[in-house]
């Protein structure tokens, strides 16, 4: 089989998941699978490729692997906290998600943004090989080759990250979709009206705070850790940008797999800002607040409901 556009095509969603989750940016995975599709056709003069879906997984790993070395150096010079970019879909009618058998099938491959902020912290080596071992389950004979190692480091690779990935308390997100509703509603009752006692009750002693404004929205330069720290600073973000009622829009959505909260924030001159808020849930509480409120990783937000609103 060569290089053909018709066989590469239904490989493109695949390819994308696999991108996105090393990457953690829409357009940069969108970049990969481009670079695998020129490389695809190249392939196509020169000779048999066996199994495709194969081949391309691994060209589109090596070709994110080089992409999140050179990521690295530029993420040093970025202003703030680096946030992933957040995979944003409207709730079905029914307001669950996962609630179809064909829709709960396709989120198997699913990656929390929980998860996706941990990754970060992973050397590029690790993540490659967590993302292809642990979420898309390829043997670790294939994945030696995209790492230009041996299968035993690849193995090793893949299980430094593992433990990485439990170790950090930022990946603490076990919740299912009742849990996650019951704690993200009583998280943001508290938010929206100030109470500080009821944020405590929800938040982890160690819950972490991290807002992503690129420089260009503001946001907390630093993370915010600790329950009493994060109660204050979120009480009064939201005593600032729900004044006047009606001020903030806020609806739930599916963020990556899990619930999450779309906001458009009416600034007095008019000026509106978008954003998400995605919480982390573990034992009933809230392990992490991640805002994500730079303008270049929201190009794919739905437009807010005003029927489904939060807060009327």
């Known amino acids: 089989m060569t290089g053909d556009g018709q066989e590469f095509e239904p490989h493109r969603d695949h390819l994308t998941a696999v991108a996105y989750r090393m990457l953690g940016s829409r357009a940069d995975a969108e970049d990969a699978v481009q670079e695998a599709w020129l490389r695809w056709h190249s392939a196509g003069d020169g000779g048999e490729i066996r199994d495709p879906r194969a ?10 692997l080089d992409q999140l070395r050179s ?8 202003v703030g906290q680096w946030l992933p970019e957040p995979l944003v879909e409207r ?15 396709t989120r198997t491959e699913q990656v929390s943004y929980a998860l996706l902020v941990v990754l970060e912290r ?36 893949a299980s430094r990250a593992r433990r990485a990935v439990q170790v950090d308390g930022g990946a603490r997100h076990t919740a299912g979709p009742a849990e996650q509703r019951r704690v993200l509603s009583a998280f943001l009752t508290a938010a929206n009206t100030g109470d500080i006692d009821g944020l405590l009750a929800v938040l982890a002693p160690d819950v972490v705070v991290i807002g992503d404004g690129g420089g260009v929205v503001p946001s907390a330069p630093r993370p915010i850790e600790g329950a009493v720290p994060a109660a204050r600073f979120l009480a009064g973000l939201f005593r600032r940008y729900g004044r006047p009622a009606g001020a903030l829009h806020a609806e739930l959505v599916g963020v990556n797999g899990d619930l999450g909260v779309l906001v458009e924030i009416e600034q007095p001159d008019g000026r509106r800002i978008r954003g998400t808020v995605v919480v982390s849930v ?3 509480r809230v392990t992490g607040v991640y805002n994500q409120v ?17 807060f009327r």
């Open 55 to 64: 081949w391309l997984t691994t060209v589109t790993a090596r070709i994110c």
């Open 71 to 78: 990521a690295r150096r530029r993420r040093e010079a970025y």
């Open 91 to 105: 709730l079905p009618a029914t307001g669950e998600l996962g609630t179809d058998p064909a829709d709960r099938a």
């Open 122 to 157: 992973l050397s590029p080596e690790q993540r490659v090989a967590f993302v292809l071992r642990d979420v898309f389950g390829l043997p670790f004979g294939e994945i030696a080759p995209v790492l230009g190692t041996t299968e035993p480091a690849a193995r090793q690779l």
């Open 282 to 284: 573990a034992g009933g």
């Open 294 to 310: 730079n303008p270049a990783k929201l190009s794919g937000l739905p437009e807010p409901d005003p029927e489904r609103a939060l």
